[in-house]
């Protein structure tokens, strides 16, 4: 699964932003999708996930602001940002998983090369 992460840029605080993920190789639906970012000088951190029968959970920073969704026949996942703060300027990273339906980066074998979101105050 090959994943291409699009939709990031600069916004002020309190805009929104649409993050995609979009899949070429074959069908996500099988695939337990996740969002991880990066922001500088720190660890890559989990931002949600969205199991291939459409649960999601999300980290409490971003819990209430992000939503997930997928679109299978369209092999592609999305995140909508809200009410985004200065503190979620990071690299976004989509990935997937066949197995393991968590937070962890371990549990995703396939990712995307990220997509910078930066947000002004």
Not at 48 to 55: A, K, L, M, N, V
Not at 82 to 97: H, Q, R
């Amino acid at each position: 699964v090959q994943l291409q992460a699009s939709g990031g840029g600069l916004v002020q605080a309190g805009g929104s932003l649409r993050l995609s993920c979009a899949a070429s190789g074959r069908t996500l639906s099988r695939y337990n999708m996740g969002w991880f970012r990066q922001a500088p000088g720190k660890e890559r951190e989990f931002v949600g996930y969205i199991s291939s029968g459409g649960s999601t959970n999300y980290a409490d920073s971003v819990k209430d602001r992000f939503t997930i969704s997928r679109d299978n026949a369209k092999t592609t996942m999305y995140v909508q940002m809200n009410s985004l703060k200065p503190e979620d300027t990071a690299v976004y990273y989509c990935a997937a998983g066949r197995y393991y339906v968590s937070g962890r980066s371990g549990d995703y074998e396939y990712w995307g090369q990220g997509t910078l979101v930066t947000v002004s105050s």
